[in-house]
């Protein structure tokens, strides 16, 4: 059974940053995609960044230049440094990959103060 576990999550001022992981276990063959949604309250859930198996990026524009994507294939793991840390970036992050199946994370609360 395949799990994503995220973790970095928490309480941050503006200007701040924070690291997020995300972790993938289980029997699974070939990631190809591995990325980061996020949802605000009371907002619909967008796409915040992706990675491929290429090795191509994507970016929401509202990210761009301050949050970063990696993948590291041998751990299964994809993480998301987030700097300059916004207000408006508070929301519900959540993980996920694209292999034979889309799978998801629990999501980890990031909280931006003012």
């Known amino acids: 059974q395949v799990q994503l576990v995220e973790s970095g999550g928490g309480l941050v001022q503006a200007g701040g940053s924070l690291r997020l992981s995300c972790a993938v276990s289980g029997s699974i063959f070939s990631i190809n995609i591995m990325g980061w949604y996020r949802q605000a309250p009371g907002k619909q859930r967008e796409l915040v960044a992706i990675s491929t198996s290429a090795g191509n990026t994507n970016y929401a524009d509202s990210v761009k230049g301050r949050f970063t994507i990696s993948r590291d294939n041998a751990k299964s793991t994809v993480y998301l440094q987030m700097n300059s840390l916004k207000p408006e970036d508070t929301a519900v992050y959540y993980c996920?990959?694209?292999?034979?199946?889309?799978?998801w994370g629990q999501g980890t609360q990031v909280t931006v103060s003012s």
């Open positions: 996920y990959i694209v292999a034979s199946r889309t799978y």
